[in-house]
């Protein structure tokens, strides 16, 4: 936890002295994924809401996401034990893009690196927490419908690493997966001076 809050810190003074003295775009952007849903948060990616900062042929993109997931039993008069589980996941992801730009199109090419922590909690069970990181070279398009809004695709190779340490051993699991995401993004022109 405390590597990515370092390398946050550094990302963030690194863009901020970078983008001094610069015309800037923030933003806000949804994703819409093309596989479902359940699949999506089964492989560790639930949808996020990005926030494009965009200067000077580079695009910085902070990304946070987040889900729940609560299963309930009633067993009514069987004789078992009612119980509920709760699958908790969120990730803070940071993307770094460079653009290329033609007439209202825009092509960019970077990666996303952050983590992702998730819980699972069941009843009459010990709490189990987790983390992984996460590394997804990125490529993408985007189409301007106005200056300010844009939609586009992006394909990500995303590479997820996590590992366990128990009492007697250390499990380690890493998944790759490549996943497609359609993208809207809005922008909100802002004077840096």
Known sequence: MKKMVTMLMVLGLF??????????KFGLGFE????????????????GVYVPIETSGF????????????????????GYDDYESI?????LVVGAFKLFEKEKLRFYAGARIGKSWSTYEETDSDDEESDATVLAPTVGVEYFISD??????EGMYSMISSENEEDEYTSTTELTTLIPIFI????????ID
Not at 59 to 78: F, G, K, Q, R, V
Not at 87 to 91: A, G, I, L
Not at 148 to 153: P, R
Not at 184 to 191: D, I, K, T, W
């Open 59 to 78: 695009l910085i993109e902070p990304a946070l996401s987040y889900y729940s997931y609560t299963s309930n039993t009633d067993w009514d008069e069987s």
């Open 184 to 191: 809207v993004r809005f922008y909100f022109p802002l004077l």
């Open 87 to 91: 699958s908790t996941n969120w990730s």
């Open 15 to 24: 863009s901020s002295i970078s983008l001094a003295q610069q015309q800037i």
């Open 32 to 47: 819409f994924h093309m596989f479902p849903s359940a699949f999506v948060m089964e492989q560790g990616s639930p949808l």
């Open 148 to 153: 300010n809004f844009s939609f586009g695709g």
